[in-house]
């Protein structure tokens, strides 16, 4: 299925990489650890050698394997000089984290239809931006960047939810481990410049993990 690569990446970049505790790439990438994420996990960022002991690189052009996904938790001013580094990289899935976009008026409603606009030209499918993207209890796979002990991941289950604000989904992952009730996937997709709910649920309609 053609969204595979949001759910279950084998490797991915994740742009902005820091172990700065108070940037959310760093909650990111401790999250992924934590949940036992067997992906490579890629850092970007040129101010930085290696982050929690992984090689971190100047620039998506550097990184001479497949990337499957990238991850973008960079200043929305940023983001277009990075997708221009996706189409030269072969990237063609991205989870932009980052707000500033049409949610804030003129300024950020431009950037987004640049981004539109590359992604159309280029091929290059994405989720966001001004979201907590993706995760997926059987890949053991995460973008949202709140730490688990904060709030608690839930069990493994068949539920799925799609959701495009990143609060309410938050306030359904502390319900539904209150409530003992296993999930399967949960995806906020915040401004929906890309990927929306229509492709999402006919991705889920053909997940085996997914009943309700």
Known sequence: MYLDKFF?????????????????????????????????????????????GLKCYS???????KIDLSVIAISSSHVIEILEQHIGSGIKNSIIISGGFAEIGNKGEAIEENVKKICRENGIRVIGPNCLGVLDNYSNFSTFFLPWSKVKRPSKGYLSILSQSGSYSISMLDMLSLEGIGVSKLVSYGNRADVGESELIEY???DESTKV
């Open 8 to 52: 279950n990446p084998q490797s991915i970049a994740i742009i902005g990489a820091t172990e700065d505790p108070q940037n959310i790439t760093s909650t990111i990438i401790q999250n992924l650890f934590e949940m036992g994420f067997k992906g490579r996990v890629l850092p970007v960022n040129p101010h930085h050698d290696k982050v929690f």
């Open 59 to 65: 620039s998506l052009l550097d990184i001479k394997e």
């Open 204 to 206: 889920l309609t053909d």
